[in-house]
């Protein structure tokens, strides 16, 4: 925020910085904490559903984003406060392009169906909303819905992506320990 700051990363060097992280997203100690407090809540629902509920709500209380997760054909998203409180989205037309996102996010899902465990769309790379200046992270995991279904946030490409990956993904493993055990 400040001009002493230096510049704002690009996609391209955000890109660079998560290919570096790879497979260690890793928490640090005071975080699995936190790690542990996602998964008693999902533990906490007593259907599905309400587990995938509980999970979505708690990434978003802990990243500050926007949490979405798909229930069967449905796509659930708890937080546009959050996403729309970041300084990111204050001009309009930025807030319009993130609309156009989320109002196209769910069938992008079910045709792309990411494959990977954990995914990362940032900035220009998301196929929708290239102008919204979003990332995109998601996990698949297996559900009594689908073998498909996601869990993620969707929050400005400024983020800790160490630690939003960390939690996406064990919010993605805490969900098939929930649903299978």
């Known amino acids: 925020p400040h001009t002493s700051a230096g510049r704002v990363p690009t996609d391209k060097g955000y890109r660079l910085y998560v290919n570096t992280l790879g497979d260690d997203t890793k928490p640090a100690v005071h975080d699995r904490r936190v790690e542990r407090a996602l998964s008693a809540r999902v533990q906490a629902g007593v259907v599905p559903e309400r587990s995938i509920r509980n999970a979505v709500d708690t990434l978003v209380e802990m990243t500050h984003?926007?949490?979405?997760a798909t229930i069967g054909n449905q796509l659930y998203m708890s937080g546009l406060s959050n996403l729309f409180g970041q300084p990111e989205f204050i001009v309009g037309s930025q807030v319009q392009q993130v609309?156009?996102?989320?109002?196209n996010l769910e069938p992008w899902l079910r045709e792309a169906a990411p494959n990977k465990p954990l995914s990362v769309y940032i900035g220009q790379e998301n196929p929708i909303g290239r102008a919204a200046g979003c990332s995109l992270i998601i996990s698949k995991f297996h559900s009594p819905y689908s073998d498909h279904s996601y869990i993620g946030v969707l929050g400005?490409?400024?983020?800790?992506?160490r630690d939003v990956m960390a939690l996406v993904r064990r919010a993605g493993e805490?969900?098939?320990?929930?649903?299978?055990?």
Request: net charge negative; glycine share 4%; aromatic share 8%.
């Open 156 to 161: 400005p490409t400024r983020q800790s992506y």
């Open 99 to 103: 609309a156009r996102l989320l109002d």
């Open 174 to 181: 805490a969900l098939e320990e929930a649903m299978y055990d």
């Open 65 to 68: 984003n926007l949490g979405l």
